[in-house]
Nanobody, 117 residues
Framework: QVQLVESGGGLVQPGGSLRLSCTAS????????MGWYRQAPGKQRELVAT???????NYVDFVKGRFTISRDNTKNTVYLQMNMLKPEDTAAYYC???????????WGQGTQVTVSS
């Protein structure tokens, strides 16, 4: 059974940092392209960052310079380091994995990030 298990969310003050983790099982992790998405209440789920199976990264403009996506294939884990957090970053953050051909895609359960004073 495929599982993507996310952790690391929580409540932080504006300007603070969090590191999210997503650990996969049941897939050949090293061949999967991974991504982080987020969804705030009443809003569409949106892409945050991606990292390919060979380590190429991409970020949406509103997180560039603040967030870093990385992966450790020995641990089947993808990370999202979030710095200089803003209230508008508040959302449920979801991990996604897709194989190289795009024929299979899986989602994690989500982890809540709340940025508030």
């Amino acid at each position: 059974q495929v599982q993507l298990v996310e952790s690391g969310g929580g409540l932080v003050q504006p300007g603070g940092s969090l590191r999210l983790s997503c650990t996969a099982s049941g897939i050949m992790f090293r061949i999967y392209n991974m991504g982080w998405y987020r969804q705030a209440p009443g809003k569409q789920r949106e892409l945050v960052a991606t990292i390919t199976n060979n380590g190429r990264t991409n970020y949406v403009d509103f997180v560039k310079g603040r967030f870093t996506i990385s992966r450790d294939n020995t641990k089947n884990t993808v990370y999202l380091q979030m710095n200089m957090l803003k209230p508008e970053d508040t959302a449920a953050y979801y991990c996604n994995g897709r194989d190289a051909l795009g024929s299979r895609s899986y989602w994690g359960q989500g982890t809540q990030v709340t940025v508030s004073s």
